[in-house]
């Protein structure tokens, strides 16, 4: 009886132990804010604003459907899609646009997204278009929020074009 308590109390640590081996938890805390955003796609880059044009064009193409005066809300928004502005995540004030505040909230918690990790930019206009840029599997999921649509936010993964460099030695 001795010997079974003995090699339980030896086999259950290295069991225990075998199971956290495989899992590498580190997070460091030390990130400076500047390298998040050297990270994350600018507001002004051009490919995200292509990107997101093509895209909001595609989705307000199958938005067809509508009266006179939908079609002429889609059309000012596409009148103030081609530039954008950085808003600061955290300050963000709920009364501005409770689907922008939704839709932050949703990915702390549900995501797990903290908010320095999320770059939020905001379009002209009297009603402005909203895309929240956060990562996710090594590309960039854009939430394209304040659509004049039926379906709710456009979501859609952005791949920023690679560097091209004239000599490996840059």
Known sequence: MKYIVFLLAFFIPVLAF???????????????????DANLPKCDDLSLVESVVEEINKYMDEQTDGS?????KRNLVLNYINSYTE???????????????DTIIKLKINNHVRGENMRLCVSGGK?????????????????????????????????PPLKKYESFEE
């Open 68 to 72: 006179i005066i939908d079609k002429r």
């Open 18 to 36: 075998a199971e956290d081996s495989n899992t590498i938890r580190y997070i460091p805390d030390d990130i400076s804010q500047d390298e998040i």
């Open 87 to 101: 808003e600061n995540v955290e300050n963000f004030e709920p009364q501005r646009n409770y689907l922008v505040a």
């Open 127 to 159: 009603k402005p278009v909203y895309l929240l840029v956060y990562p996710e599997d090594f590309r960039y999921n854009v939430e394209v929020i304040n659509l004049p649509a039926k379906r709710g936010n456009l979501t859609f993964l952005y791949t």
